[in-house]
């Protein structure tokens, strides 16, 4: 059974850092791309950024480039979000998602999804 857990959200000052995690099991992921997105109250879900689990190669949305990095740990199978420079604007449920599809800003591209974790930036 394919899981992606994310954890590391939390409350944090505009300006601020937070570094979120996702645990992906149950399969192999090396020809897949690991997405994160984020969708904030009254708001539809929007892309943030990915990487191809094989290359390394990234994709961020405009909205976040210079302040979030995703990278991964093949050995650990985990995918990271460091995101710094945190406005109140970013406040989210930011999910995991795993997909074949290179560079897709689409949710439905991704076959596979996380719960979410809370993310709230205060002014």
């Known amino acids: 059974q394919v899981q992606l857990v994310e954890s590391g959200g939390g409350l944090v000052q505009a300006g601020g850092s937070l570094r979120l995690s996702c645990a992906a099991s149950?399969?192999?992921?090396?020809?897949?791309?690991m997405g994160w997105f984020r969708q904030a109250p009254g708001k539809e879900r929007e892309f943030a950024v990915a990487i191809s689990w094989s290359t390394g190669n990234t994709y961020y949305a405009d909205s976040v480039k210079g302040r979030f990095t995703i990278s991964r740990d093949n050995a650990k199978n985990m995918v990271y979000l460091q995101m710094n420079s945190l406005k109140p604007e970013d406040t989210a449920v930011y999910y995991c998602?795993?997909?074949?599809?290179?560079?897709?800003?689409?949710?439905?591209?991704?076959?596979?999804r996380g719960q979410g974790t809370q993310v709230t930036v205060s002014s």
């Open positions: 149950g399969r192999t992921f090396t020809n897949y791309n």
């Open positions: 998602a795993a997909g074949l599809k290179l560079y897709c800003s689409t949710y439905g591209c991704y076959d596979y």
